[in-house]
């Protein structure tokens, strides 16, 4: 019996159990979907599995967590097992990067197991990078797993083509709330907490570790219910103070743009509200708030924010200038 202590994915869990069990093991893997859905813990027990059971089959539990193989991964320093991510001054990664893990992979296993190699934000390879990781997919070496990690698909087809790709899905409310029921998190706290994770456990994770975060998104969600009150005058000086610790476009950007992510639900709860669904809130615990700015409104004004948010986004991406995109688009309100 295997030991995943996962909230949710049980199907591919299923999946993962009898390969490792039936020593079936792709080559490689694709685990791809949204941020904060599980992927990396999945991945960090997967591997824990793999080499555990390699170690000792004849066990009924895994991983036993007392062997070298699962004391070297809980210490981030097992030999045969190395992660790669994009470098932090990079947009991508090199192929410089690949090519030394591939070095690393032609090396005898140190404990004449699996070598296993991660690559975390794989769609963020370079192409000269996705085209020397091919070599590696296409003469896969005895006793190596390449697994890729990504938040989407769009890698090249070469590369999709050679990989058992694993979609993880977003997880039931239902599976989140009672997870976190279980431990010790206050009922209503829990409600809101897997409302707000939108099918990703480990928003709701984040939040309930770092109560500051969510005392801090709390503040966001009543900014923006604010917003629709506001003055000219104090919508301009808004977007003034909402960049005012930002120098450059990229900092402006990457700023922004949870902001704006944040507001698009928000306004969606306002909507659906306005449809009489509240029922479906993801701002569960702003239900009052929600609801009594969705009476004062026509759902024309709240269709039409809802198109500004994505314009802006889109605009954002073209390197518009962030100060004057978000000014154009509180004004608009």
């Avoid at 991508?92 to 934000?121: D, G, N, P, T, V």
């Amino acid at each position: 019996m295997f030991s995943w202590q996962l909230i949710g994915h049980q199907k591919i869990t299923n999946y993962l159990e009898l390969a490792i069990t039936n020593h079936r093991l792709a080559h490689a893997y694709l685990f791809y979907g949204p941020k904060q859905i599980g992927k990396k813990t999945l991945v960090k027990k997967f591997i824990q599995n793999i080499l555990c059971h390699q170690a000792h089959p004849e066990k009924e539990n895994w991983p036993c967590y007392t062997c070298s193989h699962c004391e070297h991964l809980q210490k981030n320093i097992h030999p045969d097992v190395i992660w790669l991510k994009k470098e932090t001054d990079k947009k991508e990664i090199s192929i410089e990067q690949i090519r030394a893990l591939q070095e690393h992979l032609l090396a005898h296993a140190f404990f004449k197991s699996y070598r296993l190699a991660i690559i975390e934000q794989a769609e963020l390879l370079s192409p000269a990078a996705a085209n020397a990781l091919l070599k590696t997919l296409e003469e896969p070496a005895k006793n190596v797993v390449l697994i890729l990690v990504a938040n989407q698909i769009n890698l090249p087809l070469t590369i999709l083509s050679r990989v058992q790709k694993i979609k993880m899905n977003p997880v039931s409310y239902h599976d989140i709330y009672e997870h976190l029921v279980v431990n010790k998190v206050d009922r209503e706290r829990a409600r809101d907490l897997a409302h707000v994770a939108e099918g990703r456990p480990g928003r709701a994770l984040y939040f309930e570790r770092v109560p500051e975060l969510w005392s801090n998104y709390q503040s966001q969600v009543r900014l923006f219910l604010s917003l629709f009150y506001l003055t000219r005058r104090a919508k301009l000086s808004l977007a003034e103070k909402l960049l005012s610790h930002a120098e450059t476009l990229t900092e402006k950007n990457t700023l922004l743009s949870p902001l704006l992510n944040l507001w698009e639900i928000i306004n969606r709860d306002l909507i659906l509200s306005k449809l009489e669904l509240s029922d479906k809130l993801i701002n569960i615990n702003s239900a009052a708030a929600i609801n009594d700015l969705a009476q004062k409104f026509p759902l024309t004004r709240f269709l039409a924010w809802h198109q500004k948010i994505k314009n802006t986004k889109k605009y954002l991406a073209l390197n518009a200038n962030p100060k004057l995109a978000l000014e154009n688009m509180l004004l608009s309100l």
